[in-house]
């Protein structure tokens, strides 16, 4: 578990006044068209993904979910469709940004623009999503547009506790291949992250691990795969598929930020 900034004052008590937003980020579901249907590797994630929702919806209900890419594996229309109704049904706002296996503009016909905003306001907090799919590559970017209304955000109102929400990672994980199909201009975005004194965490699947660093008071933190993991430090493309998982994160408001891993394991003929 990780805790950024501790406030000054007792956090308990403030918590009383006014109780910590909690945020639900899930990742790389990788649904296909099929509902049946295997990967490459023989998993079959959608019935995995309701391991892990059967899992979530048995614990205290969150405020709000965020879905941090790769919720198709080839970008069906189908499997968006399908992903709605199983997120819908907590009856609670839900929110998605598209990985390298998305199609981003399909999702925004199935999912509509409400669920795919740049910021999310809730409490005393903000979530900046970013979109950083670049089409037929498996590695990611921040297109300048982008980059430059971050800037002007963070600029007006920097001091704001914050977090920032994308599917690549902008930071090495130590897994050679993955941190090959990274975010390719990540250190533009870190100039208007680190100047910002309100960023507490970034936010990101693609890595399908439980990964957590702490550079500079904020915390980059990725998100475990409800289908598969991929296993830290391999060299080459490996699976593992013995459990999924999600983040789960609260946002004091105070600016205290608090996360934690939660995993379901899977029987082998899952
Ligand atoms: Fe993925």
């Keep these: ?155 007006r109102d920097g001091a704001r506790p914050t977090l920032v929400a994308l599917h690549h990672p902008p930071c090495a994980s130590g897994t050679a291949w993955l941190d090959a199909i990274g975010l390719t201009n990540a250190e533009a975005l870190l100039v208007p992250l680190t100047a910002a004194s309100g960023i507490r965490g970034v936010l990101f699947g693609h890595l399908h691990q439980d990964f957590e660093a702490l550079s500079g008071g904020i915390v980059y933190a990725g998100c475990p795969s409800t289908a598969m993991q991929f296993p830290r430090g391999s060299q080459r493309p490996a699976v593992d598929p013995s459990r999924g998982g999600w983040r789960s994160l609260k946002l004091h408001a105070t600016g205290l930020l608090e996360s934690r891993v939660h995993w379901v394991d899977f029987p082998t003929e899952a």
Aim: with cysteine; charged share 25%; proline share 10%.
């Design 1 to 155: 578990m990780v805790m950024i900034e501790p406030p000054p004052d007792d956090p308990e008590a403030q918590d009383f006044i006014d109780p910590p937003v909690h945020l639900v980020q899930l990742s790389d579901f990788h649904l296909l068209d099929d509902p049946r249907a295997t990967l490459e590797s023989g998993i079959a994630p959608e019935p995995r993904l309701e391991c892990v929702l059967e899992a979530l919806a048995s614990q205290a209900r969150p405020d709000l979910i965020l879905v941090t890419g790769d919720l198709a594996h080839r970008g069906s229309p189908r499997a968006y469709d399908r992903i709605a109704g199983y997120l819908a049904a907590f009856g609670i706002p839900w929110y998605v940004i598209p990985g390298n296996h998305d199609d981003p503009r399909c999702m925004r016909r199935c999912f509509g623009g409400e669920l795919m905003p740049d910021a999310i306001h809730v409490g005393s907090w903000r979530i900046l999503l970013l979109d950083t799919a670049v089409a037929d590559r498996p590695s990611g970017a921040i297109s300048a547009r982008a980059l430059a209304r971050l800037t002007e955000t963070l600029t």
